[in-house]
């Protein structure tokens, strides 16, 4: 059984934390809506987001400072930019794992 799931680096994305410690990854806007998102992150520097059946995301070169507070959550926001504008959001589950590998 192949798999059709088509698999981006993101070149450019921001993790940012509010006051009550929410966690808010922005990345660039991908074709077609989530389903079903979730993220896994191996709790050094890179996660991976499945937005769907058919796209993940990896993130490589997460920034040391976000790592505690990446493994504080349960679940993250992803905000998809379509420039400055924003194209869509939506709340994603998280779970860390021992070690994701990279595509």
Avoid: C, H, W
């Avoid at 987001?49 to 920034?63: C, D, F, H, M, Q």
């Avoid at 504008?85 to 779970?95: C, F, G, H, I, N």
């Amino acid at each position: 059984m192949t798999s059709d799931i088509k698999t981006e680096k993101e070149k450019e994305f921001n993790i940012l934390q509010n006051g009550a410690g929410e966690i808010l990854f922005l990345i660039s806007v991908r074709p077609g809506g989530p389903e079903n998102p979730r993220l896994v992150f191996d709790g050094n520097n890179s996660a991976l987001l499945y937005r769907s059946r058919e796209s993940a995301v990896i993130l490589e070169g997460i920034n040391p400072d976000a790592k505690l507070p990446l493994q504080a959550v349960d679940e993250v926001l992803v905000v998809e930019l379509d420039g400055d504008e924003v194209a869509r959001e939506y709340m994603v589950p998280l779970r860390i794992v021992k070690k994701a590998v990279s595509v």
